[in-house]
């Protein structure tokens, strides 16, 4: 793997006096801000970091794009550069979810609020796509709704269900409530972005909620320290495993190149997760 | 408080041996079983001890009526006996949900799948007003989106904004990320009925799968046994605390009369709640 490193001279500085192997650093001369508009960047920002990478996929320079800059941006700009496939007008976001059995391919999670039947159907193909490959086999894809019965949820979902029943590129098995999306009977799940936003980050939310409330009930007394002072090792190995920069490396799919979103908060490992997400999508041609 | 039992003479055998006192059996002669279709129930179970029970509350022989039977067939039963209020075709199903501070009201969970501004604006006066007894101060009503800058969210969401925050009843607080809802920032969180069974669920969901996982990390190793062996009561604690049987009794708002609707699988601690959710609605006048 070559790495090319994207950005402002002065962010090099530490870089540059013990250059690693395979690393190159290409000097761009504007920065995206995280809270900039998308579509000012995509008018003032054709010399950023972020601009540069992207451009970088797009003429063939690189196989794909990892961020940790403003999302918004980012989507906007890859598709301006790279283009999207037919049915979508703007990238999907995907996220891979723990699983009782492994992770769950969750998509859309934000970018596109309404979803018709032909891009919920999009979604699931891409989904698909990206999950095979580390799966070895076609991806269980489900729609999530809020009903696992045919006559549940709203016509666009349920005219969705008709589509993918019939693909034969991946194994539909029907709709999945979003309590059941942990439960690792799907390999995929798709949704609009308004639902998968709200899905992911309330369980995010629940999982933190839980966690403090724990961390509240194993100080309330001086044996409930000496528990938790016990416990401690046991909940720091749930805690890492949820910890969102383990899972770090958001696909923008339905691009033409690879292009993954790491949290901006995302310490070395997750950023190295994200980027070993970026290097599987290339070796999978998911493109 | 007086209660009335509705209930097939079957159903009565042990109560009738040793009625306690306030307590009386209103028999019938049909039951609505749990996987009847609501419109099934509203043409043929008008002899059944929901339909006599949701009578007496329209006759005003009752006050309130709690049933952990089937939802469906209880809102439109309620709906036809009861009557909605104005704006709504159907009752909004509203939960409270536990936070850091206390507790959150939901709502809509899955009544109305879709819900326009004014709808909305219906939800949080309902939901307001529910919450506002227990809290013995105007909630704080938030709505639920993907971000909580003004610009963000479909269209729908940002003009019911615009109706809520001209409210003189509740405090309007903005935009709430499904991740916050635990947070106590909001005492009310309204939705439409699709979003809000996918957040509720969700966080349901992921409270469940840490639960599951926790256990496992405790009986990977003789030594991780005795931790989780001295750890199980605190962790019995939390699981009591968060398990959906205490936080039961959802209401059906915006009917003119008040219905609860408990877990099918409550036990007596959990209906007992549900009972005092009726109670409470009822004190605060909540029709």
Redesign the interface.
């Known amino acids: 793997v070559r790495l090319l490193v994207f950005g402002e001279q002065a962010h090099f500085a530490g870089l540059l006096v013990d250059m690693p192997q395979g690393l190159s650093c290409v000097q761009a001369s504007q920065t995206v801000l995280m809270d900039e508009k998308p579509s000012a960047a995509l008018r003032h920002k054709r010399e950023s970091s972020m601009w540069l990478a992207l451009a970088a996929v797009a003429s063939g320079s690189a196989q794909a794009c990892v961020s940790a800059g403003n999302t918004g941006a980012l989507m906007a700009i890859s598709r301006h550069l790279l283009g999207t496939c037919a049915e979508l007008e703007r990238p999907a976001i995907c996220k891979p979810v723990p ?2 059995t492994g992770v769950c391919w969750m998509l859309d999670l ?1 970018a596109n ?2 979803a018709s039947a032909q891009q919920l159907m999009a979604f699931a193909q891409l989904g698909a796509r990206a999950a095979q490959r580390q799966l070895g086999r076609p991806a269980r894809v489900a729609l ?1 709704n ?1 009903g696992t019965e045919a006559d549940k ?2 016509a666009t979902i349920r005219q969705a269900a008709a589509l993918l029943a019939e693909s034969s590129e991946f194994a539909y098995i029907g709709f999945i ?7 690792g009977r799907a390999d995929v799940v798709v949704c609009d ?3 998968g ?18 961390r509240e ?2 100080v ?1 007394s001086y044996w ?1 320290r000496c ?1 938790g002072f ?2 401690r090792p ?2 720091q ?2 805690h890492t ?2 910890n969102p920069s383990h899972l770090n490396g958001a696909l923008l799919l339905g691009l033409q190149g690879v292009v993954v979103k790491s949290h901006g908060g995302a310490d070395v490992e997750g950023y190295v997760a994200a980027l070993e997400v970026a290097l599987s999508q290339v070796k999978a041609n998911i493109t």
Do not use: M, Y
């Not at 409530?177 to 942990?182: A, K, L, Q, T, V």
């Open positions: 699983t009782a934000g609020l309404e999530l809020i949820g709203p409530e979003s309590g059941d999306i942990f439960s972005g308004f639902a936003n709200v899905a992911l980050k309330a369980s995010e939310g629940a999982a933190r909620f839980l966690f403090s409330q724990l009930v194993l309330g409930a528990v016990l416990a046991f909940l190995k749930l495993k949820f």
